[in-house]
């Protein structure tokens, strides 16, 4: 039996101290992007879906482009990029700059919109590598958050893990909440009244408002499941959501961020 091909492991990105904006505004090539920070199983898709129906916004499948990573080969490759005057940090933002607007470029809008849900986790990074970035926070209920996660996956977390976990993603959008000017979305509102929210989001975004974003048609869409990517054709309109938890749902763990929040009232 063949050995194993040995799996490298994930090379990490460029330490804290080496993150920088860009010395110049045409380092970037993007414009404005939009990036949607939410916790997992928040309505991301759902508002993804909304936003690639406007004909100005191309919101594709989740990109992970914090994960793209550079590495010097050799030190003197390390020494040529010092030379111009780049470090680690700057080669990477300009590699998910390029991936990001190839994509664009091949959509022919205007706008980009990434909705990946880890990017709460770099928020920092991503805020200075594009300093026009617009931010669209996605709230949910954290109790209807982590039930929805633990179903996603019932045989990896139980629901207590579930909340357990959910909660990370939670904590890290509220960071970002607190450090970055951008427009809370409640999942919420947006199932009750899309069209409120929906104008809201167009006015902050500074585009017009489109009716075809109630009903977002036959869209192709990137879906995981059994460990691959595969596409799925989706129609659909807008839903309302699920009832929200009653108080006495709600595990303790998420109690503080239910009241941080605004979906129960502090005691």
Not at 86 to 110: C, F, I, M, T, Y
Not at 129 to 155: G, M, N, Q, T
Not at 171 to 200: C, F, N
Request: charged share 25%.
């Amino acid at each position: 039996m063949p050995a194993a091909t040995p799996v490298s492991p994930v090379k990490e990105s460029a330490a804290k101290e080496l993150v920088r904006p860009p010395t110049d505004p045409a380092d970037r090539l993007l414009t404005a992007p939009i990036f949607i920070l939410s916790p997992v199983r928040s309505g991301s898709t759902l508002l993804r879906s909304v936003l690639n129906a406007h004909s100005m916004v191309h919101a594709p499948h989740e990109l992970h482009v914090r994960r793209l990573t550079v590495g010097f080969g050799t030190p003197l490759s390390r020494k040529a990029m010092d030379a111009l005057g780049h470090n680690q940090a700057d080669l990477e933002h300009l590699l998910w700059d390029r991936v990001l607007h190839r994509e664009l470029v091949r959509s022919g809008k205007s706008f980009i919109a990434d909705k990946t849900p880890a990017n709460a986790f770099a928020f920092e990074r991503i805020a200075t590598c594009w300093p026009d970035a617009r931010f669209v926070f996605l709230l949910r209920h954290p109790a209807s958050i982590a039930k929805s996660w633990h179903e996603a996956s019932p045989d990896r977390r139980t629901p207590e893990e579930a909340a357990l976990d959910a909660l990370r993603y939670m904590k890290a959008v509220q960071r970002a909440r607190r450090a970055l000017t951008g427009l809370t979305v409640r999942y919420e509102d947006l199932t009750e009244d899309p069209e409120t929210q929906t104008r809201s989001i167009c006015d902050f975004l500074g585009i017009p408002w489109e009716p075809q974003m109630l009903s977002y048609g036959t869209q192709a869409v990137i879906q995981k499941g059994l460990g691959d990517w595969k596409d799925k054709i989706q129609t659909g309109t807008v839903q309302q959501g699920r009832d929200l938890p009653r108080p006495d749902q709600i595990p303790d763990v998420l109690r503080p961020m239910s009241v941080t929040w605004g979906y129960l009232a502090a005691t």
